[in-house]
């Protein structure tokens, strides 16, 4: 497949819908881990204009900064720590609308304003997280959440 994307207008369940087949037919047979993060961050940056989009990989006692689009962020988070620290202890999704009113939240950017962040979980193990960042409050919502966990759980079955 060629490397681009239709982007369609629309509202965001259709704009999802009509993404996610065209990531999984960008991916293909691709078994590069790194290389399928960085094209799953660019499609949904492309996509949403998210202010940023990345991964965070689980290495050792700490997520670890992995592919990402936007601007420079922490390389490292604590378990338990901020929203992709408390999305990994938990094993759950986070919908925050204002990062602000998060307890302990990490501030990488003060122009990061809402934030979802989605726990990939393969064999019952927290490997990453992918966290998704907007620059307007309360961004994200359950329409997120299907779709995202349907991306996340289609790229744990590929790992």
């Given at each position: 497949m060629a490397e681009e994307l239709e982007i369609i207008q629309g509202d965001k369940n259709e704009v999802y819908s009509s993404l996610i087949p065209q990531i999984k037919a960008l991916i293909?047979?691709?078994?590069?881990?790194?290389?399928?993060?960085?094209?799953?961050?660019?499609a949904l940056k492309?996509?949403?204009?998210?202010?940023?989009?990345?991964?965070?990989?689980?290495?050792?006692?700490?997520?670890?900064?992995?592919?990402?689009?936007?601007?420079?962020a922490c390389t490292r988070i604590k378990i338990g720590k901020g929203v992709c620290g408390s999305s990994w202890q938990e094993k759950k999704v986070f919908i925050v609308d204002d990062v602000d009113a998060f307890p302990g939240h990490i501030a990488c950017s003060g122009d990061s304003k809402?934030?979802?962040?989605l726990p990939l979980i393969k064999n019952n193990v927290v490997i990453g997280v992918l966290d998704i960042d907007s620059d307007e409050y309360a961004t994200f919502d359950k329409t997120d959440e299907l779709h995202l966990t349907q991306l996340t759980e289609w790229l744990v079955s590929i790992f």
């Open positions: 293909g047979d691709e078994k590069d881990v790194v290389a399928n993060l960085a094209n799953v961050s660019a492309q996509a949403f204009n998210f202010f940023w989009v990345g991964f965070y990989l689980v290495k050792e006692d700490e997520l670890v900064l992995g592919p990402f689009q936007g601007p420079i809402s934030e979802i962040v």
